[in-house]
């Protein structure tokens, strides 16, 4: 994929507004619709455009896949090349997914609810920890920079987990 | 995308679901995740601690099929092994009993992973005990 940010004509920055987000999609969504055109190769060209404008605002929309394209346009680690969690985070996983399968399975709806305020709770200290980490590689270069990218690497990796969660408690 | 029957199968059955007591000498316990998509997955070994054959094997696996089925294959496969054969069991192997997809191919890497994570918790433990006993 290339840089869905340049595809929708925005700075390449974390804390997008996401009005203008949607606005520059539909207005380019518009502007490449094959209906706009009549020669066949075109139209062709055009449908190419637009999935391209469509994979970018995809790309951009949800805050996670955001922070992974941010952070590739920025030359940091990938998905899979830095697994590196924090110590003990895997058996904290493993609990409170048994523990989410049995509340759910009992419908203990209390129970239920207050696993889910605690994931979102989670997902959104992730996020803003993302969110600051950008604003700090942003203004810096060198080892301050890589290490900046490489936490926000680590914070993604935690997050993924937390997303399953969250999928898992909306099922 | 269609799964294959043998994944299907475990996924459907899986086999050895559950836990061993961690805490037990005896018992080496791998927790592992993949942060692709968040699968995590426990895998628990009893060994005879005298012959080293793996006499049971549990898992737990928060994952997609593949990563179930591959979690239930890799138990199956351990049982009356020692710890040195199940070491020996690769990825490739997983891959190509369950013929898993290149996409799910990281399931059955994080498979060998629990694999060989729960055999150096239990040998950690042996060495901590020996340690111990010399130690007397």
New interface residues.
Partial sequence: MGNPFETLGLPARFDLDEADLHKRFIRLSSDHHPDRYTDALDQADAAERSAVVNEAYRALRDPESRANALLAVMGGPAIGDDKELPEGFLLEVMEVRERMDEVLAEGDHAAVDELTRWVEAERGARLKAVGELFIKAGGQGGETRAAALRDIRRELNALRYFERMAERLRA | MAYSPKVVDHYEHPRNVGSLDKSASNVGTG??????????M?LQILVDEETGVIKDAKF?T?GCGSAIASSSLATEWMKGKTIDEAAQIKNTDIVQELSLPPVKI?CSVLAEDAIKSAIADFKKKQEARQAQSVAK
Avoid: L, W
């Avoid at chain 2, 927790?31 to 995590?40: L, Q, T, Y």
């Fill in positions: 927790v592992v995740g993949a942060p692709e998509c968040g699968d995590v426990k737990k928060f990281h």
